[in-house]
Structures are given as structure tokens and as C-alpha cells.
């Protein structure tokens, strides 16, 4: 959390316009702290926890008298200077107006409904017909992989090699259970080789991805439980302005010259 006193224009694109002859916060040493600072100071203490009650006002005022006289008192003493802070207010500079742009440009890129509903048919045809409930045993080589379904068709049990000799340890202690998955959660080749069985097969060749060496065994499926689109609008609407900030940046990028 940060101290109270450390007030800064982290918040300055979320405060509200205010008129030019508002009254100040308060006058230090006859310097005036504008009431756009006063209500900044109320949005950094809310968003550090404190309680929205009859004293915020009173504490954002104190929290702001403090920062005029120990800002004031490092500018008399030269601190204003030290290359490290220059440097870091500088950033954080840069860092606002880059927050400013960002959402000017969102702003001006407003995200449709038929946006939203086009991101989730997208979404949805990519999850397919079927979730599927999975065990693999990973192994670093082919051979090691076929030794295990040797194994396999001797009858041991899948979820005994697994624990002995996968080497994804995070499914490992599980037998090799992956839980409930859409194809596309899998890369490619584990998931074309997973909607190929049958439930309860095991499938009879390894296969091989950028992590190893994968025998698979298929335990269920079931249909896509797909939410309706009214219980992730707001979901698939901020993925959306993710990518309009991605795509604000890449207009910039590809019109500059970058050495």
C-alpha cells in the first residue's frame, strides 16, 4: 500500500473536470493546492482502502498540506535535481499521457454489440461440440513413451505410471488427469490425437509435441457447457478493448522508426 503522503497523478485521467475558479484545497505558505488535487487525493485514499465516510475530505486536505511542504522543502534543498527522481517523474509522465492516449483511443473506438456477439461466436465455434476428460503420461523420448504403452497393454495402471514416470508433475500426482478440457486448451497435436479416441482408449501410438512425448487415454466426454453471452458480455468486452489497446500500439509501432 502506499503512504498516504506519497500522492501522485496516478489517478489524474480518472478525476473529473473541475471549474477554473474552484475553490483550493487549501493555501500553504501562499502557495494554492487546486481542488482537482483535493479530489485525486480522495480517489488514491479510496483506492488504498480508507473508508468513504465524513473525514476523507479532511484526511485528503492533511495528506496534500504535507506533501506542499515536504515537496517544498525538497526543491529548496536541490533533491528536485537528483538525476534518479528527474528520471522517474519523467516516466511517470510519459506513463499518464501514454494511459491518456490509450483511452482516447478506446473511446473513439467504441466496441459494438455485434462486436461483442461476433467475439463470442468465435470463441464459442472454438471450443467445438465435446469437452473431453484426459490422462497423458509425458515422457522425453519416443521410446520411453512405447515402453509405457507396452506396459499399458499388460495391464498395469495408467494412473501407477503416471505418478512413476510422467514428467508433468503438475498431473502426475493426479494419475495423469488433465480435468475437463475443450480441444483447444491442448497444443495441436495433443488435441487432434484426443477427439481420435474413444471413451476409455488409450490411444496406441505416442505422440509428440514441444513438451515430450504423450501417451493419452480419452476417460469421458461430454457436450461444450458454453455460458450464454449475457454471462460474459462484460468478459468478452474488456477482451475487446485489450485488443483495441493492442491495436493502438501497433499503429504506432508500425509508423515508426525503431533503431
Not at 487546486?34 to 476523507?56: C, F, H, K, V, W
Not at 492533511?62 to 511542504?69: G, R
Not at 457436450?223 to 483495441?244: G, I, M, W, Y
Amino acid at each position: 500500500m502506499k503512504h498516504p503522503l506519497v500522492l501522485t497523478l496516478l489517478l489524474a485521467a480518472l478525476a473529473p473536470a473541475f471549474a477554473q475558479d474552484a475553490k483550493p484545497v487549501a493555501s500553504v505558505n501562499g502557495r494554492e493546492i487546486p481542488a482537482i488535487y483535493g479530489e485525486m487525493a480522495r480517489q488514491t485514499l479510496l483506492s488504498q482502502g480508507a473508508p468513504n465516510d465524513a473525514n476523507l475530505d479532511t484526511r485528503a486536505r492533511e495528506a496534500l498540506i504535507n506533501q506542499e511542504l515536504l515537496s517544498r522543502a525538497a526543491i529548496d534543498k536541490g533533491l528536485d535535481k537528483n538525476p534518479k527522481l528527474v528520471a522517474a517523474m519523467e516516466m511517470m509522465r510519459r506513463e499518464q499521457l501514454s494511459k491518456a492516449y490509450l483511452e482516447d483511443y478506446v473511446k473513439n473506438h467504441p466496441i459494438s454489440e455485434a462486436e461483442i456477439k461476433a467475439e463470442y461466436d468465435k470463441a464459442k465455434a472454438a471450443a467445438g461440440g465435446n469437452e473431453y476428460k484426459a490422462r497423458h503420461i509425458l515422457v522425453k523420448t519416443e521410446a520411453e513413451a512405447k515402453a509405457i504403452i507396452a506396459q499399458l497393454n499388460k495391464k498395469v495402471a495408467f494412473d501407477k505410471l503416471a505418478k512413476e514416470k510422467s514428467i508433468d508433475k503438475g498431473s502426475a500426482v493426479k494419475g495423469g488427469d488433465l480435468g475437463w478440457n475443450v480441444p483447444g486448451s491442448f497444443v495441436k497435436e495433443f488435441g487432434d490425437a484426443m477427439q481420435k479416441l474413444k471413451k476409455g482408449e488409450t490411444a496406441g501410438t505416442p505422440v509428440q509435441s514441444q513438451f515430450g512425448w504423450h501417451v493419452i487415454r480419452l476417460d469421458d466426454l461430454r457436450p461444450t457447457r458454453f455460458p450464454a453471452l449475457d454471462e460474459v458480455k462484460n468478459e468478452v468486452r474488456q477482451q475487446l478493448q485489450q485488443k483495441r489497446v493492442r491495436d493502438a500500439i501497433g499503429e504506432l509501432r508500425a509508423k515508426a522508426k525503431v533503431e
